[in-house]
């Protein structure tokens, strides 16, 4: 799965690179960006690329009950196009979700790692996503996101069994495209990475969403484990 990345450009370098127009709201660069917070998704609309923030964790348009939210951080690629959660919106409603980095945890039953994962020198780039419109009792409106995920390639594969959808940007136009409805042509873009990534451990203060700033994604040296674990030497 995919439950915490990183987008620390500033909400003009982000909209540029991408063509979009930004949003009016402010933006902060974020570093250990967690479900729940809205954050920047780029789609389009009437041909044109619009920066919007919405809300982490998909709710589908006929949900009654928003606590469901939750259960929808991820899509898994090989079941995006059928499951009734996303069925919908990967026909019409798919986004670009801008990250220069995620994360990823080595772990055992004492001990967790983080790892940082970036493509090329933290360079930005694009989750396949995809977003829904939800409206509650009361008629307000929410937008929300997920984001895909992938089998891993091989700089993920010893870490994690899932990896973040990394789009190429030759497939922007066409994964953005409302327009663009067929399903297997969508589904031909759902794979693993297979450009330069690196990866370095991160401080465990990743590990809480209340930790936000340029050191939870700094390298660090690494501690040996601690005795016991299934890490240690």
Known sequence: MCGRYRLSRRKQIIAEHFDATPFDDDWEPRYNIAPSQPVPVIRQNAGSRKLSLLRWGLMPSWASDHRITTMAINARSETVATMAWFREPFRTQRCLIPADGFYEWVRDWKFRQPYCFEVGEAELLAFAGLWDRWKNPRGEEFETFTIITTTPNSSVADIHDRMPVILPSGAYASWLNPEMNDPSVAMGWLVP??????????????????????????????????????FAV
Request: aromatic share 8%; glycine share 8%; hydrophobic share 25%.
């Open 193 to 230: 990475y297979a450009g330069a990534m690196r990866r370095y451990p991160v401080s465990t203060r990743i590990n809480s969403y209340e930790n936000d700033d340029a050191d939870c994604g700094n390298p660090v040296e690494l501690e040996p484990p601690p005795q016991g674990s299934l």
